[in-house]
């Protein structure tokens, strides 16, 4: 089955410090990938995506490119601010596997001024 | 445009009793699916509803179903409820439900059972 791999958290920056959370996937198609993020007590709330092999998708400062030789999609960011600290998750949705999301577990990132 | 709205947002019940959560999906969206979210197992699927009919279901027990109106909102039912069951229960909607588009989630439902 489908599942997707991401690094422990909780992950702890300073502010203007660059930000990698590794993300690895297994699927058996040709899947679309997805960062999601959840702020305190919200919902979550999609950060950016890809939909096929060596697209970059970008959204707020952050991205993250499709790796299908590799099977990655790692979240970068140049410069985190204290108002990016979330929980970021990994997903992706196999293809014609509709709206049925497999997720990370998730990575608690806390940025400190 | 309204988001996606779930009620209630916090419910405690008791082991045994069976719960109802609601779910009002964007205007115009036809997709709506489920999750749970908890500490221990992260986010899991529950299942997907398009045009009043279920597309997808994921490894839970028969004690949770849902259905969708044709309305386009949807509910859950949990029947004989465990500890095990509380949980964040998130709805998320979409306009087609295809694999590359857009979840908008709603803020969940905080269920604790006791």
């Known amino acids: 089955g489908n599942s997707v791999t991401q690094m422990e958290g909780p992950v702890t920056l300073s502010e203007e410090a660059f930000l990698t959370i590794n993300c690895t996937y297994t699927?058996?198609?040709?899947?679309?990938l997805f960062w999601y993020v959840q702020y305190p007590g919200e919902g979550l709330q999609l950060l950016l995506k890809?939909?096929?092999?060596?697209d970059k998708g970008s959204n707020k400062g952050f991205e993250a490119t499709y790796r299908k030789e590799t099977t990655s999609f790692h979240l970068e960011k140049g410069s985190v601010q204290v108002s990016d600290s979330a929980v970021y998750f990994c997903a992706l949705i196999d293809s014609g596997g509709y709206q049925k999301v497999t997720f990370g577990t998730g990575t608690k990132l806390q940025v400190i001024p | 445009k309204a988001g996606v709205t779930q009620t209630p947002r916090y419910l405690i019940k008791t082991r045994g009793q069976q719960v109802t959560l609601s779910c009002s999906p964007i205007s115009g969206h036809r997709s709506v699916s489920w999750y749970q979210q908890t500490p221990g197992q992260g986010l899991q699927f529950l299942f997907e509803y398009f045009s009043e009919t279920q597309r997808n279901k994921g490894n839970f027990p028969g004690r949770f179903s849902g259905r969708q109106f044709s309305n386009s909102r949807s509910e859950m039912n949990v029947s004989t409820l465990e500890l095990g069951d509380s949980a964040l229960y998130l709805c998320?909607?979409?306009?087609?439900?295809?694999?590359?588009?857009?979840?908008?989630f709603g803020s969940g439902t905080q269920l604790s059972v006791l």
């Open positions: 890809a939909t096929k092999a060596d």
């Open positions: 699927a058996t198609g040709y899947p679309s």
């Open positions: 998320a909607s979409s306009s087609q439900g295809g694999s590359n588009e857009k979840l908008f």
